[in-house]
């Protein structure tokens, strides 16, 4: 799983060095999906439940699930967020992180920081003995407490010889009784998190999910193992 996961971070990492204004989505996917195979790995998210891109890219309102397109253009002070996901082997490896298209406006690139931030909190909490809701509690009470809100329509997942496997990981609380987090448990912790409203919808597409209220939204995620010697993240990118 780690080498599925290291593929998605080599591709998310080569994806950083090209983002910028006037590159299409539809690029991006592109570049994603010749890294990918490059690597001998499978894009994973490719014709998932009919989803047409091998990446998923989501603009400033959108939330996730964006699909690539040859019109669409990235813009100075957008900020994208994409997801990569890859069947490695016979195990997926699933991560995203969200960029800024040169310069944003403060308040954006503070909820970039926020967002990475709740995701390293949760990760934190990625340990044996806790609970689901420690990821979720410590998630959610960094992201409220600098104002901004998490999406609860959609959630992070276990991974590993299926793209989403139980438990399910919300971003938000939801009670104790949640699984308790064992050795050997990989979980794919993506904290969506929206500058307003947390209430989201899914556009005619069937797939882009954006904000109600058209504020921009982040979403960052990683892979991490549970181990006796603590969370590892395994889609951990050195930039
Ligand atoms: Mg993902
Ligand atoms: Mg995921």
Redesign the pocket.
């Known amino acids: 799983m780690r080498e599925a996961n290291q593929i998605v971070a080599e591709t998310l990492s080569m994806l950083q060095t090209i983002i910028e204004a006037g590159i299409t989505t539809w690029d991006l996917d592109r570049v994603a999906e010749d890294k990918c195979l490059k690597m001998k790995a499978i894009p994973a998210f490719k014709g998932y439940r009919g989803f047409p891109g091998s990446l998923c890219v989501s603009i400033n309102e959108e939330v996730v699930h964006g699909i690539p397109s040859r019109k669409r253009k990235l813009k100075k002070g957008d900020i994208v967020s994409i ?1 990569f ?1 890859v069947l490695f082997r016979g195990f997926f490896g ?1 991560s ?1 992180v969200t960029l800024p298209v040169g310069g944003v406006k403060e308040d954006v690139a503070r909820l970039l920081i926020v967002t990475k931030e709740s995701l390293e909190k949760g990760i934190a909490q990625a340990i044996v003995g806790n609970r689901v809701a420690d990821i979720s509690k410590a998630i959610q009470a960094h992201v409220e407490e600098n104002g901004f809100s998490v999406v609860k329509q959609f959630v ?2 276990g ?1 590993g010889s299926s ?2 496997e139980a438990p399910e990981i919300p971003n938000f609380y939801q009670g104790e009784r949640t699984s308790r987090l064992l050795p050997g448990m990989v979980l ?1 912790i ?1 904290p969506m998190v929206n500058m307003g409203t947390h209430k989201v919808k899914v556009l005619r597409d069937g797939w882009t999910v954006i904000t109600n209220d058209k504020k921009p939204s982040a979403h960052f ?1 990683h892979s991490v193992a549970i181990t006796e010697m603590g969370p590892m993240v395994l889609s951990s990118r050195e930039n």
């Open positions: 997801d996901g699933d995203a992070g997942h991974i793209l989403h794919a993506e995620e």
